[in-house]
Structures are given as structure tokens and as C-alpha cells.
């Protein structure tokens, strides 16, 4: 592979739950290893342990099914328990930093983060050479972004998430130089036209380029993801578990490949082997 020696971080992150990190995390995973690439994946979230169950999961139907489900070297990271918060801090630090260490042979490290606020997390981010955030597509979740006006919809100022994600690229400039390429992924997204839909993507355009994140769309609302969590598989396995194709897979798949397409990782290959 012609990167450097150093993985790649991928994270996965908004500080609000039930807006997609998981899901969206297992299928970048997968997409890497069908692609050839070994893979790294660190569960942030431990105590959800949410993208941790879904890799079990698969595990379990891997030793019982003999499918060919390929699977990242997994890390659940739970945050320090420690009463003093700088020992904590501290204690937080040199655990992450040194499962990515360990990770130093992979070629991607995917991360999946808590939604919610804390130390690990932040610095989880500060790691970021790509960030991705899920965003259900509602003036809700948006709150998490930007404070905008009730009647005009104006942009006010970036919000909570927003500002954390500013302060984590200058730590990461400060660590080594390095920047983080920020994506906000619209998820949930209507088929259909609303009022809604075009205000949100109004307001998001405006502020990807007032705080520099580039915007895609993510996946649709499908009870298709529900259902493949519990298998631990993705919509990149139905072919080898025999799963009987629906118009909601093959609809569903090819948003991913597209998304996959937009996200444009580093040296991925141009003739994807995902059919």
C-alpha cells in the first residue's frame, strides 16, 4: 500500500446520540477490509459499547456461519475512572495513545465516539485525519452545529460541537502539524421534497463554509440497519450470508457507494471491488 506508515484516523463523532456513528462506522470498516486493507477500530463509547457489540456480532456469526465476514482488530476504550481529574486526564492520554501505537501496522484506524462530552472523546478527535459527523437531518440536531435565527434561519454562531471540533483541530496543528479533513453527513434523509430538507441544506452550506467542514449525504431512514446490527453484518456481506436482495438492500447499498465515493479516503482504489 503507498501511504505512509502512519494509519490513517478516521473518527466517527457528534456529541448527540441516535444519529447514525455506529452504523456508519461498521460500514466504513467494511468497506476498508473488502477493499484489502487491514483496519484498526477503536469502540470510544465502551460503556454503550454499541459499534463493540456490532463487531462481536459478526464475530459470533463468523465462527457459527463459516461466512466471509472480515473483521478489524478491535479495542473497546473505556475512559479513566480515576477521582483526580488530571491523573485521569493523564491516565486517558496514555491509554489512547498507546492502542493507536499499537495499531501502527494497520493502514486505517476507525473510531467511534460517545454522544457526549468528555475528555476521551476530545482527544479521540484531536487524532482525526478525517472526521466524520452524522447528522440526523432536523433543526434538533442541527443545535449541535449552529445557533441560527427562529423566523430567518440566519446564522448566529457555531455551536457546542462545533467549537470543540475547532479547539481539537488546533491541538491536533500543535501535536504535529497535521489537519483534520471534517465531513458532516446529512442522514435520515427524505426521498421527497420538504420545506425542511431545503432549509436545513441552506443552512448547512452556508456554515460548511464559514467553519470549513464538507458536506455529503448519508444514508436514508431503513429499518435495514436494525436488522444487519443484530447479524453484525453490513450491507456489504448480504452477498456472502446468501441475504435475499429487497429494492430497500439494493437502494440502501448504492447510497453507500456513493457516500464511500464522496468521502474520497486517501489512496482508495479507483475500481472498488463492490459490486
Known amino acids: 500500500m503507498s501511504m505512509s506508515k502512519k494509519p490513517y484516523i478516521i473518527v466517527l463523532g457528534n456529541e448527540k446520540g441516535g444519529t447514525g456513528k455506529s452504523t456508519a462506522a461498521m460500514h466504513v470498516i467494511t468497506w476498508l477490509l473488502r477493499e484489502g486493507h487491514q483496519v484498526g477500530s477503536l469502540d470510544i463509547d465502551a460503556r454503550q459499547g454499541t459499534l463493540t457489540r456490532y ?46 501505537q499499537n495499531l501502527s501496522a494497520v493502514d486505517y484506524i ?16 484531536s487524532y482525526a485525519d478525517m472526521l466524520i459527523t452524522p447528522l440526523n437531518d432536523s433543526f434538533i440536531d442541527l443545535d449541535m452545529l449552529v445557533r441560527v435565527t427562529p423566523e ?44 425542511n430538507k431545503e432549509e436545513m441544506g441552506k443552512v448547512l452550506r452556508a456554515l460548511s463554509k464559514r467553519i470549513g467542514f464538507r458536506l455529503i449525504d448519508g444514508f436514508g431512514e431503513r429499518v435495514i440497519f436494525r436488522e444487519l446490527f443484530l447479524s453484525g453484518l453490513t450491507l456489504l456481506d448480504l452477498k456472502e450470508s446468501n441475504t435475499a436482495l429487497s429494492l430497500s438492500h439494493i437502494a440502501a447499498k448504492q447510497e453507500l457507494k456513493t457516500l464511500m465515493e464522496a468521502i474520497q479516503l486517501p489512496q482508495q482504489r479507483q475500481n472498488s471491488r463492490i459490486a
Open 110 to 125: 476507525v473510531i467511534d465516539t460517545p454522544g457526549s462530552d468528555n475528555f476521551l472523546s476530545r482527544l479521540a478527535h
Open 152 to 195: 430567518s434561519l440566519d446564522i448566529l454562531r457555531p455551536s457546542t460541537y462545533a467549537e470543540m471540533v475547532w479547539e481539537q483541530k488546533k491541538q491536533r496543528a500543535i501535536r504535529d502539524g497535521g489537519s483534520i479533513d471534517w465531513i458532516v453527513l446529512r442522514n435520515r434523509l427524505s426521498s421527497i421534497y420538504s420545506r
Open 55 to 100: 463487531v462481536e456480532n459478526r464475530r459470533v456469526r463468523q465462527q457459527n456461519k463459516g461466512e466471509d465476514l472480515p473483521l478489524p482488530q478491535h479495542e473497546a476504550v473505556f475512559k479513566s475512572t480515576l477521582a483526580n481529574q488530571g491523573e485521569a486526564e493523564a491516565e486517558d492520554t496514555e491509554k489512547l495513545s498507546g492502542i493507536i
